[in-house]
């Protein structure tokens, strides 16, 4: 189903392939497989590699780097990569921000959304994408507010799969990086959005999957930063490229990939799969030249600006992205699985009890509290008892407060990090 021809040949086409279901997806939302037939090229990822053979990759727009991703060389896909400021999409041409900011993406269904960003879609190159309304958090993904970013690169774990006791968790859509530049921060249009917000209104903003568990987000950091401080999650109409192509020769299967989720080549139209393949095959490796070219494009205000310190205090409420993956490792949630494993002798229960507590902190809060307290009342569990106060500094209730003042009473300063987190949490809600 074709939903855009061009006035002419070589002018974009954008075409339905195939509806996917939201149980089908890592996601959990609906999801549309299009191709994008001769498509602009103004939108996309590109890489290279700089002078000392370091791999680079950038998401431009009207060749204007807006998020910049240094990777090892080695194609790890479990380890860390670094994540720096891009030099900010309010520095594109106005007529292309104009288009960006009309989408808004709460339309009735998932093909009438397609339909508003259509304009958008029109930028990307000629590829297959899955189109999707993605629940995503308003952080990083390890606990720092998604818009506080900087020139100098930094290591994310979010960027990445996850990989835990011969476990390993494929990344897929679920945190932001920003594109906006901090000058356009306006506390004003902030409060504005979460007056809505507490209407019960439903904000939504539009994103670019990247890699790991981050996409770029090209409209809404506002709406997001208003959900950020409301503690709730944002829903962005979401483009995941085709990131992989992967060939099983004794299967004699293949299948194309996009972030977490992979598609039987053979049921993608022939002639459409083959122009996928071949332009994948292609993807566009920038020269030493061009790479340098889009690194010394730095914008200073990412690192002349300050945020709150409340931004970053919020983002910690919302699961980081080892729990994420422990939802995908840890199998069984039932009270009883729980029970078991707190009574297990054999080594290797730590790890299992380590996996369903992370997952718990995003399926059930209220038991993964109370699982908390359990464990932090023990030293049997001493070796989880970092992670779960860092848990509960989240809240602020009296049985949370007693349970840190019971530590404190009885804390003997031998393990600094734990009387830091103890301390920090009568600092910071000054109780």
Same mark, same amino acid.
């Given at each position: ?7 002419? !040949?070589? !002018? ?47 998401? #431009? ?151 790991? @568990? ?31 192509w992967a060939r099983y020769v004794q299967e004699n299967k293949e299948y194309a990939?996009?972030?977490? @989720? ?42 002349? @600006? ?37 009574? #297990? ?32 009342? !023990? ?7 970092? !992670? ?36 920090? @949490? ?6």
């Open positions: 189903m074709k939903i855009f021809d061009g006035l002419f !040949s070589e !002018s974009p086409t954008i075409n339905i392939l195939k509806h996917i279901a939201s149980k089908d997806v890592p996601w959990d939302s609906e999801a549309i497989l299009l191709y994008i037939e001769s498509g602009l090229g103004k939108l996309k990822l590109v890489n290279g590699k700089t002078e000392k053979g370091l791999v680079k990759k950038f998401l #431009l727009l009207n060749d204007i780097p807006l998020v910049k991703w240094h990777e090892d060389d080695y194609c790890c896909p479990t380890c860390e990569k670094l994540i720096s400021a891009g030099y900010g999409i309010d520095t594109v041409d106005p007529k292309t921000l104009e288009m960006i900011k009309g989408i808004r993406g709460n339309n009735t269904t998932i093909e009438e959304n397609i339909l508003e960003i259509t304009p958008i879609l029109r930028l990307l190159e000629e590829n297959i994408y899955i189109a999707s309304k993605i629940t995503l958090y308003p952080t990083n993904g390890v606990g720092g507010f998604f818009w506080d970013v900087k020139n100098k690169p930094k290591s994310l774990w979010s960027t990445c799969d996850t990989y835990y006791q011969l476990h390993v968790s494929t990344g897929y859509p679920a945190y932001l990086l920003p594109t906006q530049t901090p000058k356009c921060f306006n506390e004003k249009q902030v409060e504005f959005y979460r007056e809505k917000l507490r209407a019960g209104e439903t904000l939504c903003g539009l994103a670019v999957y990247i890699d790991g @568990y981050l996409c770029a987000l090209l409209d809404g950091h506002h709406r997001a930063t208003a959900c950020l401080l409301e503690g709730k999650e944002f829903s962005c109409m979401t483009i995941v490229p085709m990131n992989g990939m996009f972030g977490g @989720y992979s598609i039987n080549a053979d049921d993608i139209d022939g002639r459409v799969r083959k122009k996928a393949y071949d332009n994948f095959i292609k993807s566009i490796k920038l020269g030493t030249k061009g790479v340098e070219e889009y690194l010394a494009q730095i914008n200073d205000i990412w690192d002349n @600006y300050v945020w709150a310190d409340e931004f970053n205090q919020k983002a910690k409420y919302f699961p980081t992205v080892e729990g994420l993956a422990s939802i995908q490792m840890a199998g069984d949630l039932s009270d009883e699985r729980i029970e078991e494993l707190l009574t #297990l002798e054999r080594r290797d229960y730590e790890d299992d009890l380590d996996m369903a507590f992370n997952a718990l902190t995003v399926k059930d809060k209220n038991r993964a509290k109370k699982l908390a307290l359990k464990l932090g009342k !023990s030293e049997r569990y001493l070796f989880m008892w970092e !992670s779960v106060m860092k848990y509960l500094s989240c809240y602020r209730d009296e049985e949370v407060e007693q349970f840190f003042i019971d530590f404190l009473i009885n804390d003997d300063k031998i393990r600094r990090e734990l009387t830091k987190i103890a301390d920090d @949490y009568f600092r910071v809600n000054k109780v």
